[in-house]
């Protein structure tokens, strides 16, 4: 598969503001005004190309970052949502209806798990969760009644590594979607170019990167956008998960640095991950050769941006992981508190926060230890001093000899 420029693609879109500002201009408006009531009546029956009849529905704003965005995964349209889990609910509930099942990694996202497990029975749909890894035991999960397949590129917290192409294969056999969650490998990853047929993001993450936004995203064929945005039976517009025009306006800003931090990014967090494993600490990275995916993720990456920005260690118990992280906050190493994409290192334990939607029973059947730590590696200027003072805090808690086996 010829790795995908998306970085160049997005570099290649070019917006006027109304007064040809550098910029696009937002607009500030929830509701658009007609100059006649029929084309008020055909843009309601989706007639109208190019006509704005309420934001929830579009807008200018959400249309130019839609653009952005659908040039970063290289689909033929993206539509932007309120928040990551925005768009994942209204994927799921445009593609399956009562009585229909679906297939997902059983390593996700803690809200995501929770919405598939716990949510979904509501409508009776029902859920087959799989090791991801397993494409054999993908295939098999697969029914007349499954509407989709679901999985994380890299998976949330564990960072398995998806083998997209021969998953969409799959999908493909069965005349079903697969949908990826490309949150934790923008750049990196393209799924849509290795066969993935919806690709979904957590904006909120690497891609806003000042974690000051909530927001997301559904990148997708033209036909899929339209049909979430449908004001009969969208998905998109009747569960009303919209972004604001003003936060879509300063994602957009941001996205135009993605390519320069998720280089750092990964830079840093290659560079923590191989010393870490040199001081045989229990470190999990998908650019360490020790990591089952290792060589799968080589294969679909665009190389040039790195195997990412997200690393875990195990402390060996959710004692010795609660005191490291709060030393390192203490020693201003970077922040206790979940969430991804931050210039600043981020450290949280899954198990205790964003997998704790997931019964501690599972966790350990996924290989979730209580003592795992899951950092989201910032842009640090200086890693190797970085490195030192982490190294400081781990040995002060005696760290190393808790855990003495490299892997
Ligand atoms: N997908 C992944 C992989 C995530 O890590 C998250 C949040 O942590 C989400 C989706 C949900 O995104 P949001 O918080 O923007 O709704």
């Not at 130019?64 to 928040?83: F, H, K, P, Q």
């Not at 564990?158 to 979607?177: K, M, Q, S, Y």
């Not at 060996?316 to 490291?324: I, N, Q, R, T, V």
Request: a negative charge; proline letters at 3%; hydrophobic letters at 40%.
């Amino acid at each position: 598969m010829e790795p995908y420029n998306a970085a160049d693609a997005i570099q290649d879109l070019q917006y006027f503001g109304e007064y040809g500002g550098v910029n696009p201009s937002i607009s500030d408006s929830s509701t658009y005004t007609f100059l006649s009531a029929k084309t008020m009546f055909d843009t309601f029956e989706g007639n109208t190309e190019g006509c704005y009849l309420y934001s929830r529905h579009s807008s200018p704003s959400n249309l130019y970052l839609g653009e952005a965005l659908a040039a970063l995964e290289g689909t033929e349209s993206a539509n932007v949502t309120g928040s990551g889990m925005g768009a994942i609910t209204a994927v799921i509930l445009q593609l399956c209806s009562s009585g229909d099942h679906l297939v997902s990694s059983r390593t996700i996202y803690g809200g995501t798990y929770a919405f598939l497990k716990n949510f979904l029975s509501r409508f009776n749909i029902s859920v087959s969760f799989v090791d991801i890894t397993d494409t054999r035991a993908v295939a098999r999960a697969v029914t007349k009644k499954t509407r989709m397949i679901y999985c994380e590129s890299v998976s949330n917290p564990l960072l398995e590594v998806a083998d997209i192409p021969t998953l969409a294969g799959i999908a493909n056999e069965h005349r079903i979607p697969l949908v990826v969650d490309n949150t934790f490998a923008p750049l990196s990853l393209s799924p849509a170019r290795l066969g993935a047929h919806i690709v979904v993001h957590s904006l909120t993450k690497f891609i806003n990167g000042s974690s000051d936004a909530v927001a997301g995203a559904v990148c997708a064929s033209s036909e899929f956008c339209l049909a979430l945005k449908d004001v009969n039976d969208g998905a998109g517009m009747l569960l009303g998960s919209t972004l604001d025009s003003i936060r879509a306006a300063s994602i957009l800003k941001n996205l135009r640095t993605l390519h320069l931090r998720i280089k750092k990014h990964s830079e840093n967090a290659g560079y923590l991950a191989s010393r870490f494993r040199e001081a045989g600490l229990r470190v999990v990275y998908p650019g360490l050769d020790s990591h089952p995916g290792h060589a799968l993720m080589q294969s679909q990456m665009n190389t040039e941006f790195g195997y990412g920005g997200i690393l875990t260690l195990d402390a060996g118990s959710a004692e010795k992981a609660d005191e490291l992280m709060e030393l390192m906050q203490r020693e201003n190493l970077g922040y206790l508190a979940v969430s991804l994409g931050f210039y600043k290192t981020l450290f949280s334990a899954p198990g205790s926060s964003t997998s704790s939607e997931i019964p501690e029973s599972e966790q350990r059947e996924m290989g979730l230890g209580s003592g795992l730590i899951r950092f989201s590696i910032g842009l640090d200027h200086d890693i190797e001093r970085t490195f030192e003072r982490m190294f400081d805090c781990i040995q002060w808690l005696d760290i190393t000899s808790q855990v003495p086996t490299a892997g």
